[in-house]
Protein backbone atom coordinates (compact mmCIF):
# COMPACT_ATOMS: atom_id res chain seq x y z
CA UNK A 1 0.00 0.00 0.00
CA UNK A 2 1.28 3.48 -0.76
CA UNK A 3 0.05 7.06 -0.59
CA UNK A 4 -0.54 7.01 -4.63
CA UNK A 5 -3.13 4.41 -3.99
CA UNK A 6 -4.76 5.94 -1.17
CA UNK A 7 -5.17 9.07 -3.43
CA UNK A 8 -6.58 6.66 -6.11
CA UNK A 9 -8.89 5.27 -3.83
CA UNK A 10 -10.15 8.48 -2.48
CA UNK A 11 -10.68 10.26 -5.78
CA UNK A 12 -12.70 7.22 -6.96
CA UNK A 13 -15.06 7.65 -3.63
CA UNK A 14 -15.48 11.02 -5.19
CA UNK A 15 -16.04 10.86 -8.55
CA UNK A 16 -17.52 7.09 -8.55
CA UNK A 17 -16.40 7.06 -12.11
CA UNK A 18 -13.17 4.95 -13.15
CA UNK A 19 -13.11 7.75 -16.26
CA UNK A 20 -13.59 10.61 -14.16
CA UNK A 21 -10.99 9.84 -11.21
CA UNK A 22 -8.58 8.42 -13.22
CA UNK A 23 -8.52 11.87 -15.45
CA UNK A 24 -8.34 13.41 -12.04
CA UNK A 25 -5.29 11.97 -11.35
CA UNK A 26 -3.72 12.63 -14.72
CA UNK A 27 -3.37 8.76 -15.44
CA UNK A 28 -4.75 6.40 -18.15
CA UNK A 29 -8.15 4.26 -16.71
CA UNK A 30 -6.31 1.08 -16.97
CA UNK A 31 -3.18 2.02 -14.78
CA UNK A 32 -5.75 3.08 -12.25
CA UNK A 33 -8.24 0.42 -12.10
CA UNK A 34 -4.80 -1.99 -11.96
CA UNK A 35 -4.07 -0.19 -8.76
CA UNK A 36 -7.69 -0.29 -7.55
CA UNK A 37 -7.58 -3.50 -7.63
CA UNK A 38 -4.20 -4.16 -6.29
CA UNK A 39 -4.91 -2.44 -3.06
CA UNK A 40 -8.11 -4.71 -3.17
CA UNK A 41 -6.44 -7.59 -3.06
CA UNK A 42 -3.96 -6.57 -0.45
CA UNK A 43 -6.53 -5.56 1.93
CA UNK A 44 -8.32 -9.13 1.39
CA UNK A 45 -11.59 -6.88 0.84
CA UNK A 46 -14.04 -5.03 -1.62
CA UNK A 47 -13.23 -1.20 -1.40
CA UNK A 48 -15.86 -0.91 -4.36
CA UNK A 49 -19.16 -2.48 -6.17
CA UNK A 50 -18.65 -2.16 -9.72
CA UNK A 51 -21.40 -3.03 -12.58
CA UNK A 52 -21.22 -1.88 -16.01
CA UNK A 53 -23.96 1.34 -14.93
CA UNK A 54 -22.30 2.76 -11.90
CA UNK A 55 -19.45 2.14 -9.22
CA UNK A 56 -19.98 2.66 -5.09
CA UNK A 57 -18.76 2.08 -1.97
CA UNK A 58 -18.66 -0.77 0.05
CA UNK A 59 -19.12 -0.85 4.10
CA UNK A 60 -15.48 -1.32 4.06
CA UNK A 61 -14.90 0.95 1.53
CA UNK A 62 -16.76 3.90 3.29
CA UNK A 63 -14.71 3.29 6.30
CA UNK A 64 -11.28 3.01 4.24
CA UNK A 65 -11.53 5.98 2.60
CA UNK A 66 -12.25 7.69 5.79
CA UNK A 67 -9.02 6.73 7.03
CA UNK A 68 -7.34 7.34 3.80
CA UNK A 69 -8.20 10.79 3.47
CA UNK A 70 -7.08 11.64 7.62
CA UNK A 71 -3.41 9.47 6.43
CA UNK A 72 -2.83 12.05 2.94
CA UNK A 73 -3.75 14.84 5.37
CA UNK A 74 -1.37 13.99 7.61
CA UNK A 75 1.36 13.06 5.31
CA UNK A 76 0.00 16.33 3.75
CA UNK A 77 1.30 17.84 6.74
CA UNK A 78 4.62 16.11 7.40
CA UNK A 79 5.60 17.29 4.26
CA UNK A 80 4.80 20.65 4.42
CA UNK A 81 6.24 20.89 8.56
CA UNK A 82 9.78 19.88 6.62
CA UNK A 83 9.38 22.24 4.00
CA UNK A 84 9.01 24.80 6.92
CA UNK A 85 11.41 23.72 8.85
CA UNK A 86 13.93 23.55 6.16
CA UNK A 87 13.42 26.74 4.95
CA UNK A 88 13.78 27.93 8.81
CA UNK A 89 10.25 29.36 9.05
CA UNK A 90 9.13 26.77 12.31
CA UNK A 91 11.32 26.10 15.62
CA UNK A 92 12.82 27.48 18.19
CA UNK A 93 15.54 30.31 17.98
CA UNK A 94 17.20 30.95 21.33
CA UNK A 95 19.07 34.70 21.05
CA UNK A 96 21.64 35.59 23.33
CA UNK A 97 22.20 39.68 23.45
CA UNK A 98 24.04 42.70 25.56
CA UNK A 99 22.32 45.36 26.76
CA UNK A 100 22.83 48.17 25.06
CA UNK A 101 21.61 46.21 21.64
CA UNK A 102 18.07 46.84 22.84
CA UNK A 103 18.32 50.09 22.55
CA UNK A 104 17.98 50.11 18.94
CA UNK A 105 19.58 47.21 16.64
CA UNK A 106 17.30 44.23 18.17
CA UNK A 107 14.12 46.02 18.34
CA UNK A 108 14.18 46.88 15.11
CA UNK A 109 15.60 43.48 13.37
CA UNK A 110 13.20 41.54 15.61
CA UNK A 111 10.40 42.88 14.44
CA UNK A 112 11.51 42.28 10.61
CA UNK A 113 11.99 38.27 11.74
CA UNK A 114 8.60 38.33 13.66
CA UNK A 115 6.46 39.44 10.86
CA UNK A 116 8.50 37.59 8.23
CA UNK A 117 8.94 34.37 10.26
CA UNK A 118 5.79 34.47 12.47
CA UNK A 119 6.23 30.44 13.29
CA UNK A 120 9.51 30.49 15.16
CA UNK A 121 9.19 30.80 18.71
CA UNK A 122 11.78 33.44 19.62
CA UNK A 123 13.35 32.94 23.58
CA UNK A 124 15.45 36.09 24.14
CA UNK A 125 18.56 35.83 26.68
CA UNK A 126 20.32 38.98 28.09
CA UNK A 127 23.45 38.02 28.74
CA UNK A 128 27.45 39.45 29.14
CA UNK A 129 30.01 39.05 25.63
CA UNK A 130 31.89 36.26 27.49
CA UNK A 131 28.79 34.11 28.80
CA UNK A 132 27.16 34.54 25.18
CA UNK A 133 30.20 33.11 23.87
CA UNK A 134 30.71 30.34 26.12
CA UNK A 135 27.03 29.26 25.77
CA UNK A 136 26.92 29.74 21.79
CA UNK A 137 30.17 27.36 22.01
CA UNK A 138 27.99 24.60 24.14
CA UNK A 139 24.92 25.29 21.39
CA UNK A 140 22.80 26.85 24.40
CA UNK A 141 22.34 30.30 22.45
CA UNK A 142 21.65 29.84 18.33
CA UNK A 143 23.17 33.18 17.99
CA UNK A 144 24.47 36.13 19.67
CA UNK A 145 24.56 39.70 19.76
CA UNK A 146 27.86 40.72 21.70
CA UNK A 147 31.27 42.70 21.46
CA UNK A 148 33.92 41.34 19.64
CA UNK A 149 36.82 40.62 19.63
CA UNK A 150 36.09 36.74 21.37
CA UNK A 151 39.01 35.29 23.08
CA UNK A 152 39.76 31.98 24.35
CA UNK A 153 38.38 28.30 23.42
CA UNK A 154 35.02 29.94 22.02
CA UNK A 155 37.15 32.48 19.33
CA UNK A 156 38.12 29.09 17.22
CA UNK A 157 34.19 27.97 16.81
CA UNK A 158 32.77 31.15 16.16
CA UNK A 159 32.28 33.66 13.33
CA UNK A 160 31.41 36.80 14.23
CA UNK A 161 29.91 40.07 11.80
CA UNK A 162 30.27 43.05 12.54
CA UNK A 163 26.62 45.19 12.66
CA UNK A 164 26.91 48.57 14.26
CA UNK A 165 29.64 50.71 15.24
CA UNK A 166 29.38 53.53 18.11
CA UNK A 167 30.84 56.02 19.86
CA UNK A 168 31.81 56.10 23.36
CA UNK A 169 30.45 58.64 25.33
CA UNK A 170 31.35 60.09 28.94
CA UNK A 171 28.31 59.62 31.31
CA UNK A 172 27.74 61.94 34.01
CA UNK A 173 25.12 62.74 36.81
CA UNK A 174 22.95 65.47 35.54
CA UNK A 175 23.93 67.59 38.38
CA UNK A 176 28.01 67.05 38.06
CA UNK A 177 30.00 70.26 37.23
CA UNK A 178 31.43 68.79 33.95
CA UNK A 179 28.28 68.11 32.73
CA UNK A 180 27.50 71.56 31.25
CA UNK A 181 29.82 71.28 28.75
CA UNK A 182 28.90 69.94 25.66
CA UNK A 183 31.98 67.43 25.23
CA UNK A 184 34.54 66.42 27.38
CA UNK A 185 38.45 64.95 26.58
CA UNK A 186 39.20 61.94 28.98
CA UNK A 187 41.71 63.62 30.66
CA UNK A 188 38.38 65.47 32.36
CA UNK A 189 37.95 62.71 33.77
CA UNK A 190 41.07 61.49 35.71
CA UNK A 191 40.79 61.16 38.87
CA UNK A 192 36.61 60.94 39.03
CA UNK A 193 35.06 57.67 40.57
CA UNK A 194 34.18 55.30 38.00
CA UNK A 195 31.42 52.90 37.59
CA UNK A 196 32.34 49.83 35.18
CA UNK A 197 31.58 46.25 34.63
CA UNK A 198 33.80 43.57 35.24
CA UNK A 199 36.43 43.19 32.42
CA UNK A 200 35.17 38.91 32.89
CA UNK A 201 32.07 39.46 31.16
CA UNK A 202 32.81 41.78 28.30
CA UNK A 203 36.89 41.70 28.06
CA UNK A 204 36.73 43.53 24.16
CA UNK A 205 34.68 46.76 25.38
CA UNK A 206 36.45 46.80 28.90
CA UNK A 207 39.97 46.70 27.35
CA UNK A 208 38.29 49.73 24.86
CA UNK A 209 36.86 52.10 27.90
CA UNK A 210 40.50 51.31 29.73
CA UNK A 211 42.64 52.52 26.88
CA UNK A 212 40.30 55.86 26.56
CA UNK A 213 41.47 56.61 30.18
CA UNK A 214 45.36 55.24 29.65
CA UNK A 215 45.61 57.36 26.40
CA UNK A 216 44.68 60.15 28.41
CA UNK A 217 46.99 59.34 31.11
CA UNK A 218 44.98 57.74 34.27
CA UNK A 219 43.67 54.77 35.11
CA UNK A 220 39.54 54.29 36.07
CA UNK A 221 39.20 54.55 39.75
CA UNK A 222 36.74 52.05 39.57
CA UNK A 223 34.42 52.29 42.71
CA UNK A 224 31.30 50.01 41.76
CA UNK A 225 30.86 47.19 39.31
CA UNK A 226 27.53 46.79 37.58
CA UNK A 227 26.81 44.17 35.26
CA UNK A 228 24.25 45.50 32.70
CA UNK A 229 24.28 48.95 31.19
CA UNK A 230 21.13 50.39 32.48
CA UNK A 231 22.33 49.62 35.88
CA UNK A 232 25.63 51.42 35.03
CA UNK A 233 23.60 54.06 33.91
CA UNK A 234 21.16 53.67 37.14
CA UNK A 235 23.91 54.28 39.20
CA UNK A 236 25.74 56.71 37.56
CA UNK A 237 22.51 59.12 38.25
CA UNK A 238 22.70 58.41 41.79
CA UNK A 239 25.79 59.49 42.24
CA UNK A 240 27.96 57.07 42.89
CA UNK A 241 30.47 57.92 40.00
CA UNK A 242 30.91 58.46 36.15
CA UNK A 243 31.26 56.13 33.39
CA UNK A 244 32.62 55.64 29.59
CA UNK A 245 29.66 53.92 27.52
CA UNK A 246 28.49 52.82 24.08
CA UNK A 247 26.13 55.80 22.27
CA UNK A 248 23.20 53.25 21.97
CA UNK A 249 22.78 53.22 25.76
CA UNK A 250 21.56 57.13 25.59
CA UNK A 251 18.22 55.94 24.04
CA UNK A 252 17.40 55.04 27.56
CA UNK A 253 16.50 59.20 27.67
CA UNK A 254 17.14 59.07 31.44
CA UNK A 255 16.54 63.19 32.55
CA UNK A 256 19.12 62.27 35.27
CA UNK A 257 21.97 61.24 33.74
CA UNK A 258 23.88 63.33 31.01
CA UNK A 259 25.87 61.93 27.88
CA UNK A 260 28.34 63.55 26.80
CA UNK A 261 30.60 63.09 23.27
CA UNK A 262 34.39 62.69 24.39
CA UNK A 263 37.14 64.65 22.57
CA UNK A 264 37.86 63.72 20.03
CA UNK A 265 35.27 61.46 18.91
CA UNK A 266 36.63 57.59 20.27
CA UNK A 267 34.76 55.55 17.63
CA UNK A 268 35.39 51.56 17.96
CA UNK A 269 33.06 50.32 20.14
CA UNK A 270 31.01 47.26 17.72
CA UNK A 271 28.11 45.04 18.58
CA UNK A 272 28.75 42.17 16.60
CA UNK A 273 26.35 38.75 15.67
CA UNK A 274 28.53 35.78 16.43
CA UNK A 275 27.40 32.07 15.56
CA UNK A 276 29.04 28.70 15.16
CA UNK A 277 30.56 28.37 12.29
CA UNK A 278 28.83 25.81 9.73
CA UNK A 279 25.97 25.93 11.89
CA UNK A 280 23.19 24.49 9.21
CA UNK A 281 20.20 25.85 11.18
CA UNK A 282 18.26 27.65 8.81
CA UNK A 283 16.55 29.91 11.26
CA UNK A 284 20.13 31.33 11.94
CA UNK A 285 20.85 31.86 8.58
CA UNK A 286 17.28 33.88 7.98
CA UNK A 287 18.18 35.92 11.11
CA UNK A 288 21.57 36.92 10.00
CA UNK A 289 19.84 38.01 6.97
CA UNK A 290 17.98 40.89 8.61
CA UNK A 291 21.17 42.40 9.31
CA UNK A 292 21.97 45.05 6.83
CA UNK A 293 26.02 45.64 6.78
CA UNK A 294 27.34 48.75 9.34
CA UNK A 295 28.34 52.18 7.50
CA UNK A 296 31.99 52.47 7.87
Excluded at 49 to 66: D, H, I, N
Excluded at 197 to 204: D, I, L, T, V
Amino acid sequence: MNLQQLRYAVALAEELSFGRAALREGVRQPPFSQQIAKLEEELGVRLFERTTRQVRLTPAGEAFVAEARASLAHAALAVETARRVGRGQTGRLVIGFVGSATNLTLPRVLRRFRARYPGVQVELRELPTAQQAEELRQGLLDVGLLHAPLAGPAAEVLTTQTVSRELLLAALPADHPLASRTSLPATALAGQPFVMFPRRYGPALHDRITSVARTAGFEPDVVQEAVQMQTIVGLVAAGIGVSIVPESVTRLRRRDVAFRPLSPPVRAVTLDLTWRTGDPNPMVGNFRSLFPPPHP
